[in-house]
T-cell receptor, first 114, second 111 residues
């Protein structure tokens, strides 16, 4: 079955530490995305990548970094510069900027920073 | 400034009745709209979409209506079932742009 795998499901870190969230897809999609969900807010776009070795900042990129070395993988690093890192992080993919291509989401990683 | 709004944070409906979830948008360039359903601690699941060339799209119990002049869309679920209890997100986008999501509406279907 094709899909998006995010790991781990729960992650705990101390303040000041960087942490990397994994996202792997086997849907052969060109585009991948990272969103953050906070209570009472919609999904906010952190970073996205339309093609391997290229990525763009989304609406709330500060304090985050990404890489896209392989088509299947789009890891997100939450750095110590991110002021409010505790959140539910969602990775998504789709074939790209084509009309009629909804995002497919992974099951998310809940990050708690204390 | 929120480009996609879901003004009802929550909605309760009796099982078997119709659920109507509403979504408003401000950007007239949006031409493609999606509805997602999300259970706690899971990723959103795509439900149904509609493009701006249509005013209605139906898939089983789910129907989405689009009123372009009012910049409003709605999701109708008939009949509502307890398993429909979840958070529903509306999203809007257009070619070459990323989707913008609303804040979500929590639907509770009461047995």
């Amino acid at each position: 079955d094709g899909g998006i795998t995010q790991s781990p499901k729960y992650l705990f870190r101390k303040e000041g530490q960087n942490v990397t969230l994994s996202c792997e897809q086997n849907l052969n999609h060109d585009a991948m995305y990272w969103y953050r969900q906070d209570p009472g807010q919609g999904l906010r776009l952190i970073y996205y990548s339309q093609i391997v070795n290229d990525f763009q900042k989304g609406d709330i990129a500060e304090g985050y970094s990404v890489s896209r070395e392989k088509k299947e993988s789009f890891p997100l690093t939450v750095t110590s510069a991110q002021k409010n890192p505790t959140a539910f992080y969602l990775c998504a993919s789709n074939p790209g900027w084509v009309n009629g291509s909804p995002l497919h989401f992974g099951n998310g990683t809940r990050l708690t920073v204390t | 400034d929120q480009q996609v709004k879901q003004n009802s944070p929550s909605l309760s409906v009796q099982e078997g009745r119709i659920s109507i979830l509403n979504c408003d948008y401000t950007n007239s360039m949006f031409d493609y709209f999606l509805w997602y359903k999300k259970y706690p601690a899971e990723g959103p699941t795509f439900l149904i979409s509609i493009s701006s060339i249509k005013d209605k799209n139906e898939d089983g119990r789910f129907t989405v209506f689009l009123n372009k002049s009012a910049k409003h869309l709605s999701l109708h679920i008939v009949p509502s079932q307890p398993g429909d209890s979840a958070v529903y997100f509306c999203a809007a986008g257009n070619y070459g742009q990323n989707f913008v999501f609303g804040p979500g509406t929590r639907l509770s279907v009461l047995p």
